[in-house]
């Protein structure tokens, strides 16, 4: 999200982070295994649930 929100290099991460090309292999690993579609379905259904979307 940092990278997302920033805009900045993945070897320009805070340290907080850990290493930048760590986190960039494991981004790739993740979205190659379609986590962030899953993540982005789970969220809509929780949404749903709780505040209802009205689906046209």
Known sequence: M????TG???????????SGSTCH???Q???ESDIFDKLWTR???I??????IKWN
């Open 8 to 18: 900045c290099q993945w070897k320009m991460l805070p340290k907080e982070y850990g």
């Open 43 to 45: 969220l809509l259904q």
């Open 25 to 27: 292999r494991r981004f």
């Open 29 to 31: 690993e993740w979205r």
């Open 2 to 5: 940092f990278i997302l929100r």
């Open 47 to 52: 949404y749903d649930l709780k505040k209802g």
